[in-house]
């Protein structure tokens, strides 16, 4: 058995509900998935680090910055880094900026199939 290493995930969202879901099912497909949690932009930007993660699950509605302006902000120090907008505001104009900016998009409530699909990404 080969040696694989485990997928860094940020995952910001104001919901502590929203963010113990992602995280179990993140954990359904990926059991070995380092996770961290942030509540809003600013906290993510606080321990956000450059190839510190693989991947960034962002919320849009959040109180302060949204997650569009975080993933700007982010992208900014990590050109490389996976971006996923996940949000219950699926307005065409945000789904269009965030496919745009690179982004990945999922929808709430998170279909597993569809997130299984983007982690193994």
Do not use: C, W
């Not at 995930?9 to 961290?36: F, G």
């Not at 510190?52 to 900014?76: S, T």
């Amino acid at each position: 058995m080969t040696e694989t290493t485990a997928k860094r995930i940020l995952l910001v969202d104001d919901s502590r509900v929203a963010r113990l879901t992602l995280q179990y099912l993140i954990k359904l497909t990926d059991e070995h998935a380092e996770i961290t949690q942030a509540t809003n932009g600013d906290e993510a930007l606080a321990v956000f680090q450059p190839q510190a993660f693989d991947l960034a699950l962002l919320d849009f509605n959040m109180p302060g910055i949204d997650g569009l302006v975080l993933a700007e902000l982010i992208r900014q120090q990590d050109a490389n880094i996976h971006l996923v907008l996940v949000t219950a505001n699926i307005q065409d104009a945000i789904v269009a900026r965030a496919k745009s900016m690179g982004l990945d998009f999922l929808g709430k409530p998170v279909d597993p199939e569809q997130l299984a699909s983007l982690l193994k990404s």
